[in-house]
């Protein structure tokens, strides 16, 4: 190929240190002065105007005016710049901005010499005693409404099959094939004079490159109009025309043939007319091959030796026809034998224009080898906006491959992505993607979200809007994984996994950030109102985090909190939120982390606070009555059960008191008393730790029977013999002869130990004093009674004020008559002989007993319960309620057989409360197994069911927290409760 070009070969900025004879100036001191070494250039232009150049000017005008207006404009006359040297002039020290004026005599305008103004334009800075160095970009000065012509002639060939219309077109019939010559302004986008040529030339002979034609184009034939003054780039475009549509249309397609973008321009200048001609060989292939570099632009990127900028590079081919275009990358980049580095596609220079753009890279250590490539294809707009839809071929390239999109503009780029494989993304500038995971074909599952590089802390960054904004299929619910290339001081948030999830990127260091505007604050835990530790709580525990400050937060403050690295919740303008914490499937220790991210203003701030080694989720302890007197327990978290597993207990005694008791410390440890096959006791204890695997028997072969078994907040195992002895448990591992138990018995105070009393319930404080409810039975009255036993060297003892009769049952119909007036106001009316005392527990100053009343007679049906809180000194404490849980509704039945109707319901009481079965900090939760009456289709409460429910009780306030219904064969038979209907 061949063109004509006008002999410019200088270039803007070229700076030339060569120093002559200085141009001195009147007046002037040599101190405080500098040197301005002056050189003019002009711009490359493919068509010079009528041959006219700034060479034809033979003197210029030079104008220095003082940006600071401290000196008057310095003019210099005369200036020549014929020589190859530049003008070395003295000025002042000071900013100047510097003007240029020359005129020329245009030597083709005829016998009447046409006369040219050029001008020029710059600044410079003029140091002491230095030469500055200054080119001045100089042109013929147009105006602003100036015109000139434009001519040019164009020699083609290379059409193959599909050659030029040689007469004139008709597009809507024709199947011509034709030319499209623009002017674009440098540097805009929009052409301002489009010319299609319609005399084109074809001589017989045929070439090399086969038939040549040619065309010329003149603003002449643009309705007679000339084109405004200025500097253009020119297009030349071929349409041929490839087929036809299902209805006869004419199907074409466009290639862009000539286009010198940014390296030559068209210069037209006021009255003159610009001149340009170029023999072009047309390729109509789809594809082109590019150079490119990522360093600085040497040439326009169609030679190997002339890289150009890659981002610079995309633009360019962005405005090209061609489909595809294999970019080979000059540069050696780092790769290893896992990952292949690729540069990186900016989404803010390409658009829906339907290209490929294939990427090739080389390696280090083989530098002529090129690597293959992923093929980028921009196919169209995936949201509102016109942001590009950017397929990833990764036909090619291994899995380990980093496919990189950025973004280099300062709005914000953004595109919809897509890939019938699995890459890892790296976003980069803040660009934002959209993937539309409903597309079955696209299966993306990664992305790494780099920080954007203007950020000056990745503290103090927060991505407001989505960096990655997923549409999820609806017949999948696939997490979409997020991985991030920044330090660990940051988490990806994501809101939800069935809908759109939006990422975000936010801050989570440990000190937290702090910014004007938003006071210094902390993160208080709190569950049920009071302050908790990591050591209080349990996976499946909600506990609530408050946002807490010396002063107060503006009214427009918003939170966002987040565990774990996930967003919980959207923004709010509450200070707090209440969380359910280290719940997981596999019901293990779970850390968690918990961010509150505070948002006012434009301002940002953090504070973090660490849950962690939170306890295994709670054990629930029960019969199983599909096993007869086995023992099973379930795991309670986040509010629901697991699977019930048996704690196997093998060649049990075929007696119905082969399993008469067992207990749970804190630990959720479990302790238990059952006869073998032979009759004979055992005490066994199962670990948590081992999931109960490494349960351990110990051979018990002391006096009497074991009755009740408990752990003491003292960290001892207490039993209750037959004889109502108490003793403490010491376990003697021996793998050899077998391991055995043997039991310290405790001498009882003097005034309790006959046999009349039968003792209850117990439980030891920390200090080993022993609280223990027991009944004695006298002349036809019963007493229900607690007692405080104090241990003085396996010594037990009491006084008068340690022993309280709760109530005593006295006469033939079964009622309850209060003693003294202890439980007077406590206890409610409906209550019948069968109350008890089931279970009890010590923690803090308090003692908590757990009270079951059932009766089933033929006209009265109940059955109740709840628990009892006293103070430690057997006093009544205040400031608690002190009886929880009790449906204290009448129970007498009216009417009979099947139209009895019962007057209460269970919905906000006791079952009949039978056993602690968990233990948790500041709560007990206890197995709730008995009767509710319900409510029939009529609206009557006449249904009575047998139901077995776990209740927790929360001990900060005395309140019945929760309830959940058992799952099946969930049980309790340690009582007698009667025949319930099933």
């Excluded at 002056?38 to 105007?49: H, W």
Aim: net charge negative; proline share 4%.
């Amino acid at each position: 190929m061949k063109k004509l070009f006008s002999a410019f070969t200088a270039v803007l900025l070229a700076f030339c240190f060569i120093s002559c004879a200085p141009q001195e100036l009147s007046d002037r001191s040599s101190k405080n002065e500098g040197s301005v070494s002056l050189s003019i250039r002009s711009p490359r232009t493919i068509s010079p105007a009528e041959g006219i150049s700034y060479k034809n000017v033979q003197t210029w005008t030079v104008k220095f005016q003082d940006t600071d207006a401290k000196y008057d404009v310095i003019t210099v006359e005369n200036v020549n710049f014929n020589e190859p040297s530049p003008k070395e002039i003295r000025l002042p020290i000071g900013t100047y901005n510097v003007t240029l004026n020359g005129t020329a005599n245009n030597p083709t305008s005829g016998e009447t010499a046409q006369t040219v103004q050029f001008y020029g334009e710059a600044s410079v800075t003029v140091k002491k005693d230095e030469i500055v160095p200054i080119s001045v970009f100089v042109a013929p000065k147009k105006s602003a409404d100036g015109t000139g012509s434009f001519n040019f002639t164009v020699t083609t060939s290379g059409f193959e099959n599909n050659p030029p219309t040689t007469n004139i077109v008709d597009i809507s019939t024709g199947r011509n094939n034709y030319f499209t010559v623009s002017l674009t302004p440098y540097g805009g986008e929009n052409p301002v004079a489009t010319w299609t040529p319609t005399d084109i030339y074809c001589p017989e002979t045929v070439s090399e490159v086969g038939r040549i034609y040619s065309f010329s184009v003149s603003s002449d034939t643009l309705e007679l109009q000339s084109v405004p003054s200025g500097f253009y780039t020119l297009s030349i475009k071929y349409t041929w025309v490839v087929g036809e549509d299902s209805v006869g249309q004419l199907l074409t397609k466009t290639k862009e043939i000539y286009s010198p973008y940014h390296d030559f321009l068209v210069e037209i200048i006021d009255g003159l007319t610009t001149n340009g001609s170029a023999d072009i060989t047309v390729s109509l292939e789809d594809s082109k091959t590019y150079y490119a570099t990522t360093g600085k632009t040497i040439g326009n990127g169609a030679f190997k030796s002339m890289p150009k900028n890659l981002d610079e590079l995309l633009v360019d081919i962005n405005r090209t026809t061609i489909s595809e275009a294999n970019i080979y990358m000059v540069d050696s980049l780092d790769t290893t034998e896992l990952t292949i580095t690729y540069p990186e596609i900016d989404v803010s220079k390409v658009n829906a224009t339907g290209k490929t753009y294939c990427i090739y890279t080389k390696d280090k250590k083989q530098p002529v080898i090129y690597n293959s490539t992923p093929c980028y294809t921009i196919t169209g707009a995936a949201v509102e906006g016109g942001e590009p839809t950017i397929h990833i071929d990764l036909s090619v390239i291994s899995e380990a491959t980093n496919v990189t999109l950025k973004n280099s503009s300062s709005s914000g780029g953004r595109a919809k992505i897509v890939s019938a494989r699995s890459p890892s993304f790296v976003l980069k500038d803040n660009t934002s993607v959209f993937i539309d995971r409903t597309d079955e074909t696209n299966l993306i599952d990664g992305i790494i979200i780099c920080m954007p590089l203007g950020s000056t802390t990745y503290n103090s960054y927060y991505v407001e809007n989505p960096c990655v904004t997923v549409k999820n299929s609806i017949q999948s619910t696939t997490e979409f994984e997020v991985m991030l290339e920044v330090e660990d001081n940051f988490s990806v948030v994501k809101k939800s996994l069935d809908e759109t999830t939006n990422f975000y990127i936010m801050p989570s260091d440990t000190a937290g950030l702090i910014v004007e505007g938003i006071p210094d604050y902390s993160l208080a835990v709190t569950k049920y109102g009071e302050s908790v530790t990591s050591d209080q709580l349990y996976a499946g525990d909600t506990v609530k985090i408050t946002a807490t400050t010396e002063g107060s937060f503006a009214e427009d403050t918003s939170f966002t909190w987040f565990i774990n690295g996930k967003q919980y919740g959207d923004s709010t303008t509450k200070s707090w939120c209440e969380i359910t914490i280290g719940a997981d499937n596999n019901n293990t220790d779970t850390n968690n982390t918990i961010i509150c991210f505070v948002k006012y203003g434009e301002g940002y701030a953090t504070r973090k606070t660490d849950l962690n080694n939170i306890r295994n989720m709670t054990t629930l302890l029960y019969n199983n009555y599909y096993t007869i007197h086995e023992l099973a327990y379930s795991t309670l978290g986040a509010g629901t059960f697991d699977s019930s597993y048996i704690l196997s207990y093998s060649d049990f005694y075929a007696g119905d008191d082969s399993f008469p008791d067992f207990c749970i410390d804190a630990y959720n440890n479990v302790y238990s008393i059952f006869k073998d096959a032979n009759g004979r006791y055992k005490i066994s204890k199962a670990t948590s730790s081992m999931d109960y695997i490494d349960r351990t028997d110990y051979s018990y072969s002391g006096n009497g029977t074991l009755s009740l078994i408990k752990m003491g907040n003292d960290g001892k195992l207490y039993v209750v013999t037959s004889n109502s002895e108490f003793g403490i448990v010491t376990f003697s591992p021996d793998a050899a002869s077998g391991n055995s138990a043997s039991v310290n018995l405790l001498i009882n105070p003097s005034d309790f130990g006959s046999s009349s009393e039968e003792i209850l319930s117990f439980c030891v404080d920390s200090q080993g004093c022993i609280y223990v409810t027991y009944k004695v039975v006298s002349n036809g009255i019963t007493n229900i009674i607690l007692s405080k036993f104090t241990n003085t060297d396996n010594v037990l003892s009491m006084d008068s004020s340690q022993s309280k009769t709760l109530f005593e049952i006295t006469g033939t119909d079964n009622t309850i008559t209060v003693s003294s007036g202890y439980f007077k106001n406590l206890l409610p009316n409906n209550i019948y002989s069968n109350i008890t005392i089931t279970d009890m527990h010590c923690e803090g100053d308090y003692i908590y007993l757990i009270m079951r009343d059932v009766n089933d007679a033929s006209s009265e049906f109940h059955s109740l319960g709840g628990v009892c809180t006293i103070s430690t000194d057997l006093s009544l404490p205040t400031g608690k309620n002190q009886f929880v849980g009790w449906a204290s509704d009448s129970v007498n039945t009216t009417g009979d057989g099947e139209s009895v109707i019962y007057t209460y319901k269970h919905d906000e009481y006791f079952y009949g409360p039978q056993k602690i079965i968990a233990i948790k900090p500041k709560e007990i939760i206890l197995a709730d197994d008995g009767v509710s009456i319900e409510t029939d289709s009529y609206g009557n409460n006449n249904v009575i069911l047998n139901k077995n429910r776990v209740v927790v009780f929360n001990l900060f306030d005395n309140s019945i927290s929760e309830r959940y219904d058992a799952p099946e064969g969930f049980d309790f038979e340690l009582s007698t409760s009667g025949n319930y209907p099933q």
